[in-house]
């Protein structure tokens, strides 16, 4: 089993996973603003490179228009210069075929600005949030499926804002379409979405780049109020919360030694394995994220 589960990019925390995460499931990495949860999603789509000879793919939900710094971390840990298919950008169905043009990072709100939870919307606000994702849900198709058919096997989502409940976040109600709409279904079927009336054309090509979506990992970056690990430990998980659907569950934050503060990782769930329940304090390094094991 060992040898069928991904690698994070972090050897140690590998060993904390029972070597590492399984593809096919889903992942969630949870931890306050700065705390590194986008060095740990970059560590684990660049080991694609490795592993699967792609590297993984970031998709941006970030709303708010203020940088994730994917570009800069990822030229700055692996020289990765990250290229981009813009959601409002014209796009030729005929170059999916084409490796040399497949992209890895795609940001699908850029600077809409917008509240993301129901309780702070009007109901037209909550309409229009839907009409916008609608537009932009062909781009998003053929961001994942141009990269499923040339080898990529990972995806990192990362930008979902806070929210006390995330059955009131359009950011969540998005991510559920992407994840068992695109991530969880059969190639033939995505491909039915994307081309539509040109299935039929494209449909040889489409079985010659067939793949097996229970080989894509999702690891998912949700930002937390909640800056302490204790206090991430504690969180309760709603029934039908994405957290009670996830394979693994990784929780990073602030912990208190004594006068000073410092950062820790804990492994709260993680199926399938057996899991060290420790308190892994760990540092961001030049070369990324480093558990201090």
């Known amino acids: 089993m060992a040898d069928l589960r991904q690698k ?6 590998d060993e904390l996973l029972s070597g590492g995460l399984l593809p096919g499931k889903l992942t969630v990495v949870l931890g306050a603003t700065g705390i590194g949860k986008t060095q740990l999603g970059l560590q684990f789509a660049e080991a694609g490179l490795q592993q699967e000879g792609q590297t993984g793919v970031l998709f941006d939900m970030a709303t708010r228009g203020d ?10 840990l692996f020289q990765w210069k990250l290229r981009e298919q813009l959601v409002d ?24 600005g917008r509240r993301v939870t129901r309780r702070d919307m009007e109901l037209d606000e909550w309409k229009e ?10 781009a998003a198709i053929a961001f994942f499926y141009s990269n499923f058919v040339h080898g990529v096997r990972r995806t990192v ?26 991530l969880r279904k059969e190639y033939d079927w995505v491909a039915r979405d994307l081309f539509r009336a040109q299935f039929r054309s494209h449909q040889a090509q489409i079985e010659q780049h067939r793949y097996d979506f229970q080989q894509i990992g999702c690891l998912l970056l949700l930002t937390t109020h909640e800056v302490m690990l204790d206090d991430l430990i504690q969180r309760p998980i709603e029934s039908g919360d994405v957290l009670s659907n996830a394979n693994t569950i990784i929780l990073m934050g602030k912990i208190r030694e004594g006068n000073r503060m410092s950062r820790a990782l804990h492994v709260a769930k993680h199926r399938g394995s057996a899991v060290d329940e420790s308190l ?11 558990l201090l094991t």
Request: proline share 6%; charged share 30%.
């Open 67 to 76: 940088s994730q710094s994917h570009s800069d971390y990822a030229e700055r």
């Open 8 to 13: 994070t990019g972090i050897p140690e925390l």
């Open 157 to 182: 989502i990362d930008g979902i804002e806070p929210t006390d409940r995330p059955s009131d976040s359009f950011q969540f109600h998005a991510f559920e379409y992407v994840y068992h709409q695109i």
């Open 129 to 138: 949030w839907k009409l916008e994702f609608v537009k932009k849900l062909d």
């Open 89 to 112: 950008a014209p796009f030729d169905l005929d170059q999916i075929w084409d490796a040399e043009t497949r992209t890895d990072y795609q940001h699908l709100f850029r600077q809409s």
């Open 280 to 290: 892994v304090p760990y540092e961001i390094q030049e070369a990324g994220l480093k």
